[in-house]
């Protein structure tokens, strides 16, 4: 089948396909392998692109810029203090103007709303770098590596423990769901998915023959092949700070959780940044690390694929 993906926003990973999914990552290995060969490409030769972060990033900034560069395209940083987006002019003025300037504009920050707004107004593709209910391209380079790391996605067993309503838990049940990866979530009930997300995802896992599994009980990681967790306080959050150690302290991924897997070849996977002591222990996460450092690089890689794809030559 061919894909074609020119002029897409990636607003949330609900929009696209398994094939089209599984294209953009087949496209990033390739990327990956052709940096690793010291190729300079030019698939986004002339082509500007828009970088507007409401919210701090290390890795999704740094991403978007080299991936860009790194084909000959030029990207430009708009911090919350260089524009005026959403106080002294309206979300819908700021998308058209861009859209006139860019070829593709990325947005992180707060509401869904506004980055569904860039790419109504704007006329060209929107990329996603993380709103308070989704992180799309993070889960790209979250598939990238899982592939990696087993050659294959479809019939895996996936355990998220902490926040189960998140950006990452959301994103990564779509993720999963759709890959035909068994999707297990160890959370407290208070951190539960919303039921609109739950019924979709479970559509999609219908579809691709997967399971998904929302669980309290510690036992729910036995089989696992991977175990992720993300921040207990997501940027925004961060007065909710003492109320959420005190009820995710059990879902902590240490070694006794690891243990509980009853598999020695588990992987350990964390988006980054990490709060160690919080959701992982810092033997775990050492122990881990080689892959989860992997799982940061692949950031650039399937960003620069879905640059290349949506708005490339
Ligand atoms: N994982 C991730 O999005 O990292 P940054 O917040 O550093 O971009
Ligand atoms: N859930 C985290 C993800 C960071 C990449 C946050 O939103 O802060």
């Given amino acids: 089948m061919s894909i074609n993906l020119k002029g897409r926003s990636l607003l949330t990973l609900k929009d696209f396909s398994p094939q ?24 986004l030769c002339g082509k500007n692109v828009a970088l507007i972060f409401e919210k701090p990033s290390t890795r999704t900034r740094c991403a978007f810029t080299v991936g860009c560069v790194d084909e000959g395209g030029h990207p430009e940083y708009l ?16 998308a058209r103007v861009l859209g006139r300037l860019f070829d593709g504009i990325q947005f992180r920050g707060f509401s869904q709303d506004t980055v569904e707004k860039l790419a109504q107004y704007s006329g060209v593709p929107v990329w996603n770098g993380l709103t308070d209910d989704y992180h ?10 899982i ?74 990681v036995k089989g696992a092949d ?5 921040v207990w306080c997501s940027m ?3 007065d909710k700070a003492a109320e959420r150690v005190k009820l995710l302290k059990p879902y902590q991924v240490n070694a006794t959780l690891m243990a509980k897997t009853e598999k020695d070849n588990t992987i350990f996977l964390h988006c980054l940044p990490a709060v160690k002591g919080n959701e992982v222990t810092e033997e775990v996460f050492e ?5 989860i450092f ?3 690089e692949n950031r650039m890689h399937t960003i620069k694929a879905v640059m290349v794809a949506t708005a490339g030559k």
């Fill in 147 to 220: 592939k990696e790391q087993f050659g294959t996605l479809k019939g895996l067993t996936f355990v998220y423990a902490g926040d189960g309503r998140n950006n990452m838990a959301n994103s990564l049940m779509i993720g999963c769901s759709k890959m035909g990866i068994h999707y297990t979530l160890f959370a407290p009930k208070e951190l539960w998915p919303k039921e609109n997300l739950m019924k979709s995802c479970k559509e999609y896992a219908e579809l691709s023959g997967s399971t998904i599994t929302l669980s309290e009980d510690l036992a729910c």
């Fill in 287 to 291: 122990k881990h690390a080689r892959i």
């Fill in 136 to 145: 799309p391209t993070q889960i790209l380079a979250d598939l990238m590596t």
């Fill in 294 to 296: 992997d799982q940061a």
């Fill in 236 to 238: 925004g959050e961060e």
């Fill in 226 to 230: 991977i175990i992720y967790s993300d």
């Fill in 79 to 94: 911090g919350k203090n260089d524009i005026q987006l959403g106080h002294k002019e309206s979300v819908m003025d700021t």
């Fill in 20 to 43: 089209e999914i599984d294209y953009l990552l087949e496209l990033a290995m390739d990327l990956k392998a052709k940096k690793r060969m010291g190729i300079r490409g030019d698939l």
